[in-house]
């Protein structure tokens, strides 16, 4: 038995004989949230293939059911959360399926059999906890948002982790975090798998790609005051990458209105085969690799700027990505999110070579009596992306931009408190070589339930 296995097994031992304490039960609560998801993907420009067909579309209905428990007493302290996901499909046609040529493990939102979204799919994840003083140990499945290790939340269930961590709050002002993931199970699926990055997941083909089943990750947040906090976060995906993080949040009140500064500095670097094997290399510009692909070396520098004042906000930002690969992260092919101020409704904008320029604007319509509604619009515009052509030639220069608008209302009161409505678009053109631009739209309706 793996050894986050056995810690689970007699944490859940520990807990079933103190079940009845005070604490657990009282301090527990449950959710039900329902997600109604449809999502519309237009790939334009070029020739449709197998692996891009020119329309995607799918619709389903999912369900997230969430239990967490308060603790049993005592100096060492139990605990058990528990997540179970269902989703149902609406429509999804062998044409429109993400997965049109078979080869990978899911579709845009749906697992796949062979070519075709299954009916529905379910999984059921639990995490048991252990706390002393302000120290806490989970085990179990894990959903963590940290700069080295982010949960996707994009599609109509979310992206779950298996491993574990402890978070301590020891010291007054000072979060400290640490652990290790083994699997992940993807938004589009229901089996948790081994752990890789883009260029060699082989769009999660277990049969090509490369995969690992360790993950290490450590760091912490520091309040240097109220408004200001420091940052420093390191990763290690065994055999792909090392990564270290550095970040520094700081809120101003500046006449009316704050004004968020959030600067981000990122050193990823090769880690064992990823130096040598060039089945674990990951996608890129590399020079003196004809394929296109090689060792992990990025630097990326980003600062975003925010003021909100009276419901509107006002934003800028600037991003840099050095060195002779793209941006790793954790990436098995079915959808992740990273870090990253430029992580967009499409694209991430974090190529090797890409300096990128955004401007954001959004509203909360409360200011104006409407509470709940909310809109916004995105624009950004990356260049000087080094890449390769078709025959492998290296060039630069090439360039990519993206305008997104959400508008959402989210019921504030009454007997549909909580309902909550969204319609995202995005608008995505390049002129990188053999790459087709997209149109996408999601819809999504959306209600959470206490339950108790």
């Known amino acids: ?133 302000q120290t806490e140990l989970k085990l179990g499945t894990l959903q963590p948002k940290l700069p080295v290790i982010v949960t996707n939340d994009g599609r109509m269930l979310p992206q779950t982790f298996q491993g574990g961590q402890i978070t301590s709050n020891e010291i007054k002002d000072l979060t400290l975090v640490g652990g290790q993931i083994e699997k992940a199970k993807g938004r589009n699926s229901s089996n948790n798998e081994n752990l890789s990055i883009a260029g060699a997941n082989a769009s999660s083909n277990y049969n090509t790609g490369k995969f690992s089943n360790k993950f290490y990750y450590a760091g912490g947040d520091y309040k240097l005051t109220k408004d200001l906090t420091a940052q420093y976060y390191y990763g290690n995906l065994e055999d792909f990458y090392k990564q270290h993080f550095l970040g520094l949040t700081h809120n101003w009140a500046i006449g009316p209105g704050v ?87 499409i694209q991430k904008f974090a190529r090797a070579g890409e300096r990128t320029w955004q401007a954001r604007y959004a509203y909360d319509f409360a200011t104006v009596g409407v509470p709940g509604l909310t809109a916004g619009v995105i624009y950004l515009k990356g260049s000087d992306i080094d890449t390769v052509t078709a025959s492998r030639t290296e060039i630069t220069g090439q360039s990519e931009w993206e305008r997104d608008i959400t508008l959402a209302y989210v019921i504030p009161e009454g007997p549909l408190k909580n309902l909550g409505f969204a319609w995202k678009n995005a608008m995505w053109r390049t002129d990188l070589a053999n790459t087709r631009s997209q149109d996408e739209n999601r819809l999504i309706v959306s209600y959470t339930l206490p339950l108790f």
Not at 3 to 19: D, E, F
Not at 272 to 298: I, R
């Open 259 to 345: 004004l968020k500064s959030d600067l981000r500095y990122f050193n990823s670097s090769d880690d064992g085969k990823n130096g040598n094997t060039a089945a674990y290399y990951t996608s890129g510009n590399y020079n003196g690799f004809a394929s296109g692909k090689g060792k992990v070396d990025n630097n990326l520098y980003s600062g975003l700027f925010l003021y909100t004042v009276a419901g509107h906000t006002f934003g800028g930002g600037y991003q840099v990505s050095n060195g002779s690969s793209d941006f790793p992260w954790l990436n098995q092919g079915d959808g992740s999110s990273a870090y990253l101020t430029t992580d967009m409704q």
């Open 1 to 133: 038995m793996k050894k986050s296995n056995l810690a689970l097994a007699v944490a859940l031992g520990a807990i079933a004989q103190h079940a009845g304490a005070a604490g657990f039960i009282e301090d527990s609560h449950a959710t039900l949230s329902a997600r109604n998801f449809y999502i519309n993907t237009d790939n334009r420009d070029g020739a449709p293939t197998a692996s891009s067909r020119s329309k995607n579309a799918e619709w389903g209905q999912g369900f997230d059911l969430r239990f967490i428990s308060g603790y049993t007493q005592g100096t060492v302290q139990f605990g058990v959360d528990a997540i179970g996901l269902y989703g149902v499909r609406l429509d999804s046609s062998r044409e429109n399926h993400g997965n049109y040529s078979g080869t990978a493990s899911g579709g845009t939102i749906f697992p796949s059999d062979g070519n075709k979204a299954v009916n529905d799919f379910a999984s059921l994840g639990v995490t048991g906890k252990v706390k002393i003083s």
